[in-house]
Structures are given as C-alpha cells and as structure tokens.
C-alpha cells in the first residue's frame, strides 16, 4: 500500500492582497512624503495619503481580478 501524498495547501488569493496591501502602502507613504516636503500641512498630506492608499488599493485588486479571470 501507498500513503497518498501531502498536498500542499497555498492560499494565492491571500498572497495577491498581501502583495497589493504592500504596493499600496508604499504609494501612500510616498505621496505622504512628497506633499509633507512640498509644504502641505501635515493633516492634509495624511488624507492625501489616505485617498492614495484606497485608490491604488482598489486599482491593484481589480487589476489581479482581471489578470486572473483573463479580463
């Protein structure tokens, strides 16, 4: 007799939004930090900041539900 073999379990989909969280992290401390240097007050950078973090957010997701489900 044969024991069957593990099959490994790996969760893609939690893979791709941690990767898209990352990304949209990134952009939004990078438009944080641009507009903090370029003179915006502080609490108006963070809901730059803010606006960025949702708005690539929902751009990477759509985009990897497009790549994946071949548009």
Excluded: D, K, Q
């Excluded at 950078?45 to 548009?71: D, E, M, Q």
């Amino acid at each position: 007799m044969s024991t069957p073999s593990p099959t490994s379990a790996c969760n893609h989909r939690a893979l791709e939004v941690t990767a898209v969280l990352f990304f949209a992290t990134t952009v939004a401390l990078l438009v944080v930090c641009v507009a903090v240097v370029g003179g915006m007050p502080l609490l108006s950078a963070a809901g730059a900041g803010a606006s960025a973090l949702v708005l690539s957010f929902g751009a990477g997701i759509g985009a990897v539900t497009y790549v994946r489900h071949g548009g």
